[in-house]
């Protein structure tokens, strides 16, 4: 029969939706300028009107088996628009089942996307309190005694719990998950009720999300710690023997090793790394035609500022490795002592030119195309010039960047030019000038990752090929 509704075609429903979508985008607190989107109790209160307007019109829909086919036709609407590569992947289950609930959808999206600062949750919980207290209205006599007897309800339940949760010394402590099914048993389907169970729920990830956070933390001080003192103590019973001179070389050479080791270790652990490449799989999971769009709209290219410009070519980079991030810190924990010299070291990378060392094929080395598209556009921002990828972590160019990519290719003949002390316009460190060998300079640092993540991994995996 296909679309039947008697008082809106499908056509009109579907621009309506389409406003709806541009709605729920703006309740990231962004306009898609990049600037804050302002939200105060009457734009909100609107953003809930909508979301009514869709709950009523396929209430209709689904009450009736005569309008079966109108839903099927909506759906199928529904799929075609979200296969634009346009359409925000946030909102990809969009469907005739969520725009049957969709002021529960608008509230989730409220508090889960939009940063809850102070004039942001008071105009939300002013408009999620009017918004029940208008719909009571056709109910109750007195809408105010209604409203809070709904709210009495709620809070004994609140009141067995919380002793528990605020005699918890962590002030972002995790409530207790029988709480909220408990809450969420309530009767009544009120607005307020399910924003309680949705700040909950922030609550609850925050809480999970601080846990992880310090325990990246007091494991990054314990790595950096507890090397420090194995070494300290190892080279006081070194020093000792007759041939000291030649051990302390030795242990110098350890020293360095195990000092950049840590330290790119610790790039991987911190708070700061672990948001960006969460953001990076957030941003990278949208089709290029998005995500290059977002960073056109930062207007970045080689001549911007120099943390602007750091900043973007970081996110891009985590972006090719954010699918591998736990494997990479695996393989950087396996990583064990060895003693190749940096001029060793210079040699087996640059092999990798010129096709002498042969890389072993697997999921992470083979051409990716998501990979690709974030290089070459890289490419393009830097426009030749390469100085920005020395404000970059050693570790993180030299995982980040494969040998496949022509940008691999200039990375390596800048490091060969510096290594050779030929006229560059950018400098690591001053060892030329010293004559001296490049052996705890930022330079052997560079060449040093290349190698672990190039080379060593190959030896490790295929030690016929060494």
């Given at each position: ?5 008697p008082d ?12 709806f ?37 396929l ?39 969520t ?32 918004m ?63 924003t ?26 314990s ?14 019973e070194?020093?000792?023997?007759d041939n000291?001179?030649?051990?302390v ?29 969460s953001?990076?799989s957030?941003i ?16 970045i ?17 985590l ?23 940096t ?18 094929e697997?999921k ?13 556009y ?38 060969e ?5 030929d ?44």
């Amino acid at each position: 029969m296909g679309w039947s509704h008697p008082d809106i075609s499908l056509e009109d429903l579907m621009k309506l939706i389409q406003g709806f979508v541009d709605i729920l985008i703006l309740t990231s607190g962004y306009q898609s300028s990049g600037s804050l989107a302002h939200w105060d109790p009457i734009n909100i209160n609107k953003a809930f009107q909508w979301a009514l307007f869709f709950e009523n019109v396929l209430g209709t829909l689904s009450c009736l088996d005569v309008y079966q086919d109108s839903l099927k036709e909506l759906d199928e609407a529904l799929s075609t628009l979200k296969s634009d590569a346009r359409f925000p992947q946030g909102l990809a289950h969009v469907s005739c089942a969520t725009l049957t609930t969709a002021r529960k959808f608008v509230l989730e999206h409220f508090i889960h996307t939009l940063p809850l600062r102070d004039s942001h949750l008071r105009p939300f919980l002013m408009a999620t309190i009017e918004m029940d207290l208008v719909e009571l209205s056709g109910t109750e006599h007195n809408r105010l005694s209604g409203y809070l007897n709904k709210l009495k309800l709620q809070n004994t339940l609140n009141n067995s719990d919380q002793n528990r949760r605020f005699s918890n010394e962590d002030p972002v402590a995790s409530p207790d998950i029988s709480f909220v099914r408990k809450l969420g048993e309530c009767n009544g389907d009120s607005l307020t009720k399910y924003t309680v169970q949705e700040l909950l729920k922030r609550w609850s990830a925050v809480s999970h999300i601080s846990t992880i956070e310090k325990g990246l933390k007091i494991t990054s001080n314990s790595i950096t710690s507890s090397s420090s003192s194995v070494f300290d103590d190892y080279f006081k019973e070194q020093v000792k023997q007759d041939n000291a001179p030649v051990i302390v070389d030795q242990l110098v050479c350890f020293l360095t090793w195990n000092h950049w080791k840590v330290k790119n270790l610790c790039y991987f652990l911190d708070k700061r790394s672990v948001r960006m490449v969460s953001g990076a799989s957030m941003i990278f999971f949208a089709p290029k035609m998005q995500w290059v769009q977002v960073f056109k709209q930062l207007n970045i290219s080689a001549k911007s500022s120099d943390n602007n410009l750091c900043d973007t070519i970081e996110l891009l980079l985590l972006g090719c490795i954010s699918g591998r991030w736990t494997k990479i810190i695996e393989h950087f924990l396996s990583v064990s002592y060895n003693s190749p010299t940096t001029s060793e070291q210079h040699n087996e990378v640059w092999k990798l030119l010129h096709g002498k060392c042969q890389i072993v094929e697997s999921k992470e080395e083979t051409t990716c195309l998501k990979e690709k598209d974030i290089l070459e556009y890289l490419a393009g921002i830097l426009g030749g010039q390469l100085h920005p990828l020395w404000n970059i972590s050693p570790v993180l160019a030299a995982v980040a960047i494969p040998s496949w990519s022509p940008l691999f290719r200039f990375y390596l003949d800048e490091l060969e030019i510096q290594f050779r002390g030929d006229f560059s316009t950018m400098r690591c460190c001053n060892c030329n000038q010293e004559k001296k060998e490049h052996n705890d300079c930022e330079l052997a640092e560079r060449i040093w990752c290349l190698y672990i993540f190039h080379v060593y991994s190959r030896q490790v995996h295929n030690p016929s090929s060494a």
